[in-house]
């Protein structure tokens, strides 16, 4: 359809015409030859051969239009040409039918499958989407960057090169040059491939040559490709400046690696690398990261990770290994050590076979489990290792009993159900080498955890009796004091879980809410059997919670079971809005009372108090910008606090969040946090960008946590930093403090170039700080894809 117009002035209406021409090649032999001038006034639609109706018409809207029958018409005045996903835009065209040629001049401007093209002079084969464009200005719709160039030739709709091209996501401003560009002589792109290449390519930042290369490859999109990737750069007090720069090779479509050589001032040269592979039926991931010759340590430092996950048949295998070469690398590597517990490093293979019957699951499964503890000469510092397990083998069954097994047995006028679980287990445990001396070395044992329950309920109550029994016997490598290394013991439990849930509609501060009462009793009942004598492999105590204390024993593991016949009663109360459906307040409160003293118990000394400590609770998101939460052990024989922490988040918009905490475990420790993202000078830009360089138009943010211990009077591990968002790129730098001891500390310098649209160069202050703000957002993440970067 011919484009439509705002109504013009009378004396203008007879000069609007539309024209459509079928683009199907040279004329048929069967066409008049004659030509014939026509100044059209209306429409005119030239026709074409049956054979070619399933190609797209090729439809041209103007002012004015001059046609030559079925062989050539010019067209000006706000012309426009549509040719499939092809439109075009300019002052003058000229169109020959004959050989599908187009010749655009004055404003040119194409837009082609999310790509927009715009100068001077057009000569185009248009069905073939071939030809040349002089002087471009240019936007990618898959990388949302701009650029111009002398020349672009289109060899087809999936292929065009630029001579001397430059490339930006920065907006174009008359008579500036973007704030960062990348330069090259010749450019060639496929978009088919999403891949492009470039000779003499420059990448300038504020005008200075930051990087430059002969010839590189580079992705049009978030594909992979083979290449150089930018450097990282690191600063810290214990390897000095650190630069690195990363090679990545795309192996296969399902194998990759990158390589990173680095020179560390303080230490030497080193290489880290990384393999990844997926396979059908195993996928994984290497990494070695060796220094050869350390000079401040003396010797070869590497760090060894694997990550390998497979099926072989029905059995399912994990392997996840983290090994380095010595005790102190946690403390100079840092940034390269991946556990979540950097001085206690595992090595882990475990292999499992779910299966499900008739009756039930049945999980079988053996494991091999090593540990290297990194505990250095530090003595005060030193700590118990974790028990190995080489092996590990067992078995888990659930089954839950046929309803109609049970129709007969109908409590409170409802149907009972059975669930019961077993698991039958041998371990194999010992000590890594380098353990402290004085724990025990380690030994076999086998234990059957076994239970059977009967839940009751409905949409708003639960009832659940439950009976079960641990049993472990165990073969030591040492005898206990009496001399046994053959000892073993039965410790049976009854618990009863029993809770409702209550609902009513009401109102808070004005806004219609649901409210929840809802109440929960737990009693738990286990005889005492003496457990100090025997070994303790891999139990620990529970941490002292809402969840914990609703459970049947306070120790996770095996081998300890607490003689604990206690009812523990709380209740929890919630509003959610009606309207959002979020929850807007939640309060709570548990306490456990004991029916007699509790002799085994998480610290050795028994528990006399009938009274457990009171669990209180509360969260609160009363307003947009606000939310708060608070819980508190509170012991009611002392009328004092035990633990606490109570946080507060203040977020009144996009990049503005404040937070605070404060936490206290009595006689332990006492620490207060600070948190921040917050604007300090200019106005946030937009994702078009403060101006084309950046300038003053930016905006300045500050970011960080600060973490202080009350009670060593002392900064712990903190992060501080500033932004600069000019829109176009972002810059970041600040310092990070950790603590490797407790009088040493380890004290990063972070700095980070993001190019939007391009890449980061730097160290990764951007994953600093979204580890360490709560409610921390990326200041590009607003940046889209745009053609408002073309003038």
Not at 99 to 127: C, K, T, W
Request: charged fraction near 25%.
């Amino acid at each position: 359809m011919p484009r439509s117009h705002p109504t013009p002035h009378p004396a203008l209406l007879p000069a609007l015409i539309s024209l459509a021409l079928c683009a199907w090649g040279p004329a048929s032999a069967q066409q008049s030859a004659a030509e014939e001038s026509v100044p059209l006034r209306g429409s005119r639609v030239l026709g074409a051969p049956a054979k070619s109706r399933a190609k797209p018409a090729l439809v041209i809207s103007a002012g004015k239009v001059t046609a030559q029958a079925d062989q050539q018409a010019e067209a000006a005045s706000d012309v426009e040409l549509r040719y499939g996903e092809l439109v075009l835009n300019a002052d003058k065209l000229t169109y020959r039918v004959v050989d599908d040629f187009a010749r655009a001049e004055g404003q040119v401007r194409i837009h082609h499958s999310g790509n927009v093209f715009s100068g001077p002079l057009l000569q185009l084969y248009v069905s073939r989407f071939e030809g040349e464009f002089l002087t471009p200005s240019f936007f990618l719709g898959a990388t949302g960057g701009a650029g111009k160039a002398e020349i672009i030739k289109f060899h087809d709709s999936e292929h065009l090169s630029a001579t001397q091209g430059s490339y930006s996501s920065c907006p174009v401003v008359e008579g500036q040059e973007p704030a960062w560009q990348i330069t090259a002589k010749q450019l060639r792109l496929d978009l088919a491939a999403n891949e492009g290449e470039a000779d003499g390519a420059v990448l300038r930042f504020l005008g200075v040559p930051i990087l430059a290369a002969p010839s590189l490859s580079f992705p049009l999109s978030s594909e992979r490709k083979s290449g150089w990737l930018p450097p990282n750069i690191f600063l810290d007090n214990r390897s000095g400046l650190e630069l690195g720069v990363p090679y990545y090779w795309n192996i296969a479509p399902q194998r990759d690696a990158t390589l990173t050589p680095f020179v560390l001032t303080k230490r030497g040269v080193g290489l880290d690398s990384e393999f990844r592979y997926l396979e059908p039926g195993h996928a994984g991931r290497i990494n070695v990261d060796l220094l050869p010759s350390d000079r401040v340590f003396g010797h070869s430092r590497w760090d060894l990770k694997l990550n390998h996950d497979g099926f072989f048949g029905d059995w399912r295998y994990r392997l996840k290994s983290e090994r380095v070469s010595d005790d102190d690398y946690w403390k100079d590597m840092s940034r390269r050590v991946e556990s979540q517990t950097p001085r206690l490093l595992a090595s882990d293979f475990t292999l499992n076979r779910q299966r499900e019957l008739s009756w039930g699951v049945i999980d079988t499964y053996a494991r091999v489990q090593r540990w290297q503890t990194l505990q250095g000469t530090d003595v005060p510092s030193q700590f118990d290792s974790p028990y190995q397990r080489s092996p590990q083998i067992g078995v888990r069954m659930t089954t839950a009993a046929d309803e109609a097994v049970l129709d007969s047995f109908r409590p409170w006028g409802r149907k009972a159900r059975l669930e019961g679980g077993l698991e039958l287990e041998y371990n194999r445990f010992d000590l890594p080498g380098s353990a402290p001396a004085g724990q025990a070395r380690g030994g076999q044992r086998v234990h059957a955890l076994g239970h059977v329950a009967a839940p009751l309920g409905g949409e708003a109550w639960w009832f659940i009796p439950r009976l079960s029994v641990n049993a472990a016997t165990y073969d030591l490598d040492r005898p206990l004091s009496d001399g046994r290394q053959h000892v073993g013991r039965v410790i049976p439990t009854f618990s009863i879980d029993h809770g409702w849930v209550f609902e009513r509609d009401t109102k808070l501060f004005g806004r219609a809410m649901r409210q929840s009462l809802e109440p929960r009793v737990l009693y738990v009942n286990t005889p005492f059997r003496e457990q100090a004598s025997l070994p303790n492999f891999d139990a620990a105590p529970k941490d002292f919670n809402f969840d914990s204390i609703y459970t049947d024993n306070p120790f996770s593991g095996v081998d300890r079971v607490s003689d604990l016949h206690a009812v523990s009663v709380g209740a929890t109360s919630r509003w959610v809005s009606t309207a959002k459906g979020e929850e807007i307040l939640r309060l709570g409160a548990v306490q456990r009372f004991l029916f007699r003293d509790q002799r085994i118990t998480p610290d050795g000394q028994p528990v006399t108090q009938r009274f457990s400590d009171l669990l209180l609770a509360a969260a609160a998101h009363l307003d947009e910008r606000w939310w708060a939460d608070s819980t508190l052990e509170f012991n009611p024989e002392t009328n004092r606090s035990v633990r606490s922490v109570v946080r507060a988040r203040y977020s009144p918009g996009p990049y503005k969040t404040v937070s605070v905490a404060y936490r206290l475990a009595r006689a332990q420790s006492e620490q207060v946090e600070f948190a921040w993202q917050w604007p300090i000078y200019g106005q946030p830009v937009t994702a078009r960008g403060a101006d084309a360089r950046g300038g003053c138009g930016g905006a300045w943010y500050s970011a960080g946590r600060v973490q202080y211990s009350l009670r060593d009077k002392r900064l712990t591990d903190s992060v501080a930093g500033f932004e600069y968002d000019a829109g176009c790129w972002v810059l970041r730098f600040g310092l990070e403090r950790l603590s490797t001891g407790r009088a040493e500390t380890n004290t990063r310098f972070m700095l980070q170039l993001e190019l939007v649209g391009l890449s980061q160069l730097g160290s990764n202050a951007l994953k600093v700080l979204k580890d360490n703000v709560p409610g921390y957002r990326r200041l590009s993440s607003d940046r889209s894809p745009s053609s408002d970067f073309l003038p």
